[in-house]
């Protein structure tokens, strides 16, 4: 996890007390739903919706970095956003933060793919 002084674009979002058992929250940015998810001690934001048919990617079964969509089972690196089967698909990342035990999460210049209805 970054430590670190938010620079302005970063906005608190949670607590880490907010993460569920498995290490994960859903959390609002903006107008969209981001899904935070902690991986080997680390922590990522996507955004929550599969671009395939809108499921909840915070609902879906995580294998190493693969966060996978409850709906159909596509999978997306927590990482990168990426789908590994369709190139073209990927969801949002944003940057992360943490400061002491607040969540923060970069508001604009998000990382990452636009999302697109596939």
Known sequence: MDEG???GRYIPV??????????????QV???RVALVRVDGRLHALADTCPHRGGSLAEGDLDGHLLHCPLHAW???????RCPWRPDASVRIYEVRVRGDEILVAASDSVGFPERPL
Request: aromatic letters at 4%; charged letters at 30%; glycine letters at 12%.
């Open 75 to 81: 999978p997306f690196d927590v990482r990168t956003g």
């Open 30 to 32: 903006g107008d969209t």
């Open 5 to 7: 002084q938010p620079d």
């Open 14 to 27: 949670a607590r880490l007390t907010a993460l569920d058992a498995r290490g994960r929250a859903v959390v």
